[in-house]
């Protein structure tokens, strides 16, 4: 791994080593689901869902490319090492235990949907962030940045709809609620 960089001098110095430090952290993170996003889809290309989930890999890569314009637009360089952790990371992801020693389970499909909304979630903060703490910056495309969150939001709910009918093949009737007042998840 590399060093940090030694740390800024001055107040604008500090603000744009912040910057580059947070903008590599989700470059890293984009790195991680941008390859979740594409196992997935080729788990599930046969599925009934397949092309979904393809729609969604390519969107998210090409939501990580986005992410890397502004940083090149904003002059922070991307760190190999954050995008090495991101491609590990995402790796050691695949290590979860699913009930399975060998194949995959349905459970595998809801964690890995968990994880892949986190990261859209965390994509959609990003966003935010940029067009609120850096409103007047005129390097960045203030339309292009609520374009990319739009997308980010309506991904959420993709998944999140997804998700929903994985836990509904793996838990079926265990997450139903019962009837009357003595409801339980146990």
């Known amino acids: 791994m590399s060093p940090s960089p030694a740390p800024p001098r001055s107040g604008e110095d500090k603000?744009?080593?912040?910057?580059?430090?947070?903008?590599?952290?989700?470059?890293a993170g984009a790195t991680a689901g941008t390859q979740l996003a594409g196992r997935i889809a080729r788990v599930h290309a046969?599925?009934?869902?397949?092309?979904?989930?393809?729609?969604?890999?390519?969107?998210?890569?090409?939501?990580?490319?986005?992410?890397?314009?502004?940083?090149t637009s904003l002059g922070v360089p991307a760190r190999q090492y954050k995008i090495l952790a991101g491609r590990i990371g995402e790796r050691a992801g695949m290590l979860k235990s699913n009930g399975r020693l060998v194949r995959r389970s349905g459970l595998s499909t809801v964690i890995e949907l968990e994880g892949l909304r986190?990261?859209?979630?965390?994509?959609?903060?990003?966003?935010?962030?940029?067009?609120?703490?850096?409103?007047?910056?005129?390097?960045l495309d203030r339309l292009r940045l609520e374009d990319l969150l739009h997308a980010a939001r309506r991904q959420i709910e993709i998944v999140e709809e997804l998700r929903m009918r994985a836990v509904s093949r793996v838990f079926g009737e265990e997450l139903r609620p019962a009837q009357g007042p003595a409801t339980r998840l146990s």
């Open 118 to 139: 986190l990261g859209i979630e965390g994509k959609s903060l990003l966003w935010k962030t940029l067009l609120t703490a850096h409103p007047e910056d005129p390097r």
């Open 15 to 27: 603000a744009v080593h912040t910057l580059a430090i947070y903008l590599n952290d989700h470059l």
């Open 46 to 71: 046969r599925s009934p869902y397949g092309a979904e989930f393809a729609r969604l890999a390519v969107e998210i890569a090409a939501d990580r490319q986005a992410l890397l314009e502004i940083m």
